[in-house]
Nanobody, 116 residues
Framework: QVQLVESGGGLVQAGGSLRLSCAASGGTFSENAMGWFRQAPGKEREFVACISWRGSDTYADSVKGRFTISRDNAKNSLYLQMRSLKPEDTGVYYC??????????WGKGTQVTVSS
């Protein structure tokens, strides 16, 4: 059974940094893409960043140049380094694993709040 557990969220002032982690278990994570999504209050969940099993990364325009996604396949872990945070980055951040046969799996999320 696939399990994804996010950590590292919190309250930070604008301009600050946070590093999110996602611990994964129960799947073939090293062979598939993983990513981060976020959901702000009253808004739909949106894509933030993803990384292929080879390490090729893609970012939403809103975070490009400020966020860095990375993974450690040996540890089944996914990370999101967030810098120069803005109030509009506030939301619940979700770890995503896309299994080629069974579809998307999600963690329960970690709250990120950026104060102005």
């Amino acid at each position: 059974q696939v399990q994804l557990v996010e950590s590292g969220g919190g309250l930070v002032q604008a301009g600050g940094s946070l590093r999110l982690s996602c611990a994964a278990s129960g799947g073939t994570f090293s062979e598939n893409a993983m990513g981060w999504f976020r959901q702000a209050p009253g808004k739909e969940r949106e894509f933030v960043a993803c990384i292929s099993w080879r390490g090729s990364d893609t970012y939403a325009d809103s975070v490009k140049g400020r966020f860095t996604i990375s993974r450690d396949n040996a540890k089944n872990s996914l990370y999101l380094q967030m810098r120069s945070l803005k109030p509009e980055d506030t939301g619940v951040y979700y770890c995503n694993y896309r299994d080629p046969y069974y579809g998307d799996y999600w963690g329960k999320g970690t709250q990120v709040t950026v104060s102005s």
